[in-house]
């Protein structure tokens, strides 16, 4: 595939499939078909299951959140096991994600 489909596609899935109506890859392919055969100069457009392998490619927390928004997306955000200074913060209120230390304590007994 040349560069200028291969670009014309990942646009026109950003534009077309990852938007709030949530449409099927099968119905986005068969717009992106027509919009080739309409182009200017005519593109020939790639196999349906390199479109869909394209779109897989892309899947993840940005794809999720505009497609189904920020809630749906929070599954798919990346799960931190440490805390260090550079972790990203996380949990919108106090104790909503809570990290325990299981370091035992001796006692002078």
Known sequence: MDEQTYTFMLQ????HYENPKQRRKLRVYEAFVCACENHQPKLTPPS???????????????????????????????FYW???LTTPRHGSRPFEIVHIDHTQLWSLD
């Open 82 to 84: 440490e805390l260090e």
């Open 12 to 15: 026109f899935i950003e534009e």
């Open 48 to 78: 349906r299951t390199t479109f869909s392998q394209a779109i897989e490619r892309r899947a993840g927390y940005a794809q999720t959140k505009r497609r189904e928004g920020r809630r749906a997306a929070i599954q798919k955000e990346p």
